[in-house]
């Protein structure tokens, strides 16, 4: 299994900016594809950046080309660098991995999974 704990939330002014972290632990080898969330209350989940195994990433439109997602995968660290940032930006941010059986290894094996964090807070004011 594999634990996730985002940091890096905290409140700042519009136009600032500020970084995520998501420190995985566990089997983390079985990582495949990692993701930052964000839910509004009341709103449904919502996908704001992705990055898979082979780097690619996307985007929602709402933050394309303020946001920047990476992965130190030495560090087993996920981040999400959020530039010119917005109030419409002030939500729960939440950290997802995704495990796959094909990550395994001869004595690693791996679950086909989703793995959430348990959210930090980020607070854009005006």
């Known amino acids: 299994q594999v634990e996730l704990v985002e940091s890096g939330g905290g409140l700042v002014q519009a136009g600032d900016s500020l970084r995520l972290s998501c420190a995985a632990s566990?089997?983390?080898?079985?990582?495949?594809?990692v993701a930052w969330y964000r839910q509004a209350p009341g709103k449904e989940r919502e996908l704001v950046a992705t990055?898979?195994?082979?780097?690619?990433?996307q985007y929602a439109d709402s933050v394309k080309g303020r946001f920047t997602i990476s992965r130190d995968n030495a560090k087993n660290t996920l981040y999400l660098h959020m530039n010119k940032q917005k109030p419409e930006d002030t939500t729960v941010y939440y950290c997802?991995?995704?495990?796959?059986?094909?990550?395994?290894?001869?004595?690693?094996?791996?679950?086909?999974?989703?793995?959430w964090g348990q959210g930090t807070q980020v607070t854009v004011s005006s």
């Open positions: 566990g089997d983390t080898i079985c990582i495949s594809n």
């Open positions: 990055i898979r195994s082979g780097s690619n990433t």
């Open positions: 997802n991995a995704e495990t796959s059986i094909m990550n395994g290894r001869v004595g690693v094996y791996c679950l086909q999974a989703d793995y």
